[in-house]
């Protein structure tokens, strides 16, 4: 006898629905902690104490991995790219095109996936234990709002010490990319710098602070909010953390998307 | 200070876990809420402390009550020391910012970890603390600001008859010190006979014993039988509760 719900397409309907329905549910809780978020700013209720040690946190912790991440990647880069333009003659455009390719897009993106792995992570776990834990029912009970004292803070040290982190990353993997330059094709510390200080724009300067900006505000709320939703034990505080990594790397691509749009087509 | 509750119904995924209940706690008397695990127990706590929204009824206190709730598991925060703990309400709440200094502050958590038996551990965090310690530690963060309802969930779970045995005096001496209606939801008899003055049980989502604790033990509702003497065979089926 035929029967509907043993079929396979009845199955893969069941667990596209499934995964649609997670994803919806997924984005309400984040427009609706982003609402609670924006009503305490609009108030201008926030609490200083909790967001300057979340700011250490932000800026502290992530600038070891960030400046890594960006340093390694701006030499790679240099390093097929430098003896190629010195080839064709066009030495004297490896800064430029550095700076272009590190201000633009490689230094607010990857000090963004190092923020990711180093701090996102951190926070999505975290208040997923405490939502476990009762730990957020407690502050409830309380009387204290767990988004104006979790998720507020960390949504302000997001935005502002994000773009922190990727002037010191982009200016180091600018200097890494000079000296592997200098390395691998001859090309005088000079030249490069010259070279650079032409493809420097204030425009790009500023769009990729105000970029970065989002970048941070968005992983923090993105964690804080996969986090907050946790219910169960130690598998939901993992699937928490998992979900918040994810959704954070696609929100970066999103507002990248975003941005390239506005500011450079 | 009386805590009302009317005619409370909360359905979760289109099933009843509480239907109907009602009780009234009069200031100055514990309430003991008894049931099998999945009765509605720690549901009914959670509505009347605000953590959950009832579905029907109502929960009836005076305007400017106080509720606090002691937590099965302590629910201390883990990232914080005793003293911040105990503080964090007159620290993070709006109506108490700015109310008291740091000093002030400081001599309350120690009056209050006093009032639970335990001095000198403001510098320690939860993780080095004991079960009973971290209860305690709970019980203090809960009544920091003179609650005149306060909520114990399972409050000697998980700990040894000596520890809950000291538990329970806490709970009477707390009850005794701020006048407060208390509720406490727990599985021991031995809480049940030290700290209740009497006693509701949930079976199902609906109240099926009201009573003091001499006529629960007395053995003449069939239910109350049936948990007294902790049977398998009675009106209450375990499988399906």
């Known amino acids: ?265 | 200070m009386t805590l009302e509750v009317k005619n409370l119904v909360k359905i979760f995924d289109g099933k009843k876990v509480l239907d109907n209940i009602s009780f009234r706690v009069e200031s100055g008397y514990t309430l003991g809420v008894i049931g099998f695990s999945g009765s509605g127990k720690s549901t009914l706590l959670k509505i009347i402390s605000g953590i959950l929204y009832e579905d029907e009824g109502e929960i009836i206190t005076p305007k400017d009550s106080e509720i606090a709730m002691a937590f099965q598991y302590s629910a201390l925060f883990d990232f914080l020391n005793v003293h911040d703990n105990i503080a964090f309400p007159l620290v993070e709440r709006k109506d108490y910012r700015k109310k008291y200094s740091k000093e002030q502050i400081s001599k309350i958590v120690s009056e209050k970890l006093k009032m639970v038996g335990l001095e000198g551990i403001e510098e320690k965090y939860p993780s080095e603390l004991s079960g009973g310690m971290q209860k305690r530690v709970g019980f203090a963060r809960a009544i920091v600001t003179n609650p005149n309802i306060i909520l114990y969930d399972e409050p000697t779970a998980g700990l040894d008859p000596v520890t809950s045995t000291m538990i329970e005096d806490y709970i009477v001496r707390l009850k005794n010190e701020l006048n407060a209606s208390c509720v406490v939801v727990t599985h021991q008899l031995s809480t049940i006979k030290r700290a209740v003055d009497y006693v509701i049980m949930l079976y199902q989502g609906r109240i099926v014993f009201t009573g003091s604790v001499n006529e629960l033990l007395s053995g003449r509702n069939e239910y109350a039988k049936q948990f007294v003497n902790a049977s398998i065979h009675g009106p209450m089926n375990i499988a399906t509760s």
Not at chain 1, 124 to 134: F, G, K, Q, R
Not at chain 1, 135 to 156: C, G, H, S, T, W
Not at chain 1, 247 to 264: C, E, G, K, P, T
Request: net charge neutral; charged share 15%.
């Open chain 1, 1 to 265: 006898m035929f029967e509907l719900k043993k079929t396979l397409t009845y199955q893969g309907y069941i667990l596209l629905w499934g995964q649609i329905r997670d994803f919806l549910i997924t984005l309400g809780n984040i427009g609706c902690d982003f609402s609670r978020v924006l009503k305490y700013l609009l108030s201008l209720r926030v609490n200083i104490k909790e967001t300057i040690e979340q700011s250490k946190r932000f800026a502290y912790d992530s600038l070891p991995i960030s400046l890594t991440i960006v340093g390694m990647t701006s030499a790679i880069i240099a390093m097929q790219l430098a003896p190629e333009l010195a080839r064709q003659g066009g030495g004297d455009y490896t800064g430029t095109l550095s700076a272009l390719v590190m201000i633009r897009e490689l230094a607010p993106v990857m000090s963004g996936f190092a923020i990711i792995s180093m701090v996102g992570s951190s926070f999505a776990s975290e208040v997923a234990s405490m939502s476990v834990t009762e730990q957020i029912n407690a502050m409830r009970v309380l009387k204290v709002d767990p988004v104006e004292y979790l998720i507020v803070p960390r949504f302000v040290a997001g935005g502002l010490f994000m773009p922190v982190v990727f002037i010191v990353s982009a200016t180091f993997g600018l200097i890494c990319a000079g000296l592997v330059s200098n390395w691998c094709a001859d090309l005088s510390l000079l030249n490069y710098i010259t070279s650079l200080w032409h493809g420097l724009y204030i425009r790009d300067i500023f769009i990729a602070l105000l970029k970065t900006s989002f970048f941070g505000a968005t992983i923090a709320l993105i964690s804080c909010s996969c986090g907050y939703a946790a219910r169960g034990g130690a598998k939901e505080v993992g699937l928490a953390t998992t979900k918040a990594v994810v959704w954070s790397f696609l929100a970066i691509a999103f507002w990248d998307f975003v941005f390239a749009s506005i500011f450079y087509l």
